[in-house]
């Protein structure tokens, strides 16, 4: 039996409790048995090659194609931003918070939008860049890049893509004297390989 307390609640209210959780347990139902039957490809990283991941191999590759030197994740007037400019004191950042605060100190700072396309970005820097034309045709296939990267060619199978990981891995490692942002560009060649191989 119901306790006495439920009586004397109105009838509308308990039904819609009990129909919402009722909705909300097949909600989560339906998400669990769709993630279990449509997976996303692992990568090596456990991340997904779209998103941030994505848009930082985007940036990385246009900031190479037109020639110009960055660090990634670097901290620069206590705030870190995905890539500087150390030649021209130009901080690219997702976090609108730290481009506020960058501005504030002097730094030029470009918000990347997450929905900006990558060629945008040269309007936005404050210095001269090649045209969105010559940026696409100097620029690599990401997936021959993530190969050559690893020293391998096309195609490559997958047990040559890991051992190529495993030997690269070890002096590219922040434990073994490597920068986090060696490792990073690593763990992302590997995965867009892996997803790429041959087998």
């Given amino acids: 039996m119901l306790p006495e307390w439920v009586s004397l609640l109105p009838p509308w209210l308990v039904f819609g409790l009990l129909g919402g959780g009722a909705a909300s347990a097949v909600a989560a ?41 960055f660090t990634e994740d670097y901290e620069r007037h206590g705030e870190t931003v995905e890539f500087y400019l150390p030649e021209r004191d130009v ?4 976090d609108a918070q730290a ?7 002097g730094t030029y700072t470009v918000l990347c939008e997450h929905e900006m396309p990558v060629h945008a970005l040269g309007r936005r820097l404050p210095f001269e860049v090649p045209t969105r034309e010559t940026a696409s045709t100097a ?15 096309r195609p ?12 690269r ?31």
């Fill in 29 to 69: 139902g339906v998400f669990l048995i769709g993630g279990r039957l449509f997976p996303g490809k692992p990568t090596a990283s456990g991340q997904r090659i779209d998103g941030p991941t994505r848009r930082r191999t985007e940036i990385r590759r246009y900031l190479r194609t037109v020639g110009e030197p």
């Fill in 91 to 94: 901080a690219l950042t997702f």
């Fill in 99 to 105: 481009y506020f605060r960058l501005e504030r100190n």
């Fill in 139 to 153: 620029g690599e296939n990401p997936v021959d890049e993530a190969f050559a990267y690893l020293g391998l060619s």
């Fill in 156 to 167: 490559a199978t997958t047990e040559e893509v890991r051992d190529a990981y495993r030997d």
């Fill in 169 to 199: 891995v070890l002096s590219v490692h922040p434990d073994h004297g490597g920068s986090q942002a060696e490792f990073k560009r690593l763990q992302e060649a590997y995965a867009t390989a892996r997803e790429h191989a041959a087998g």
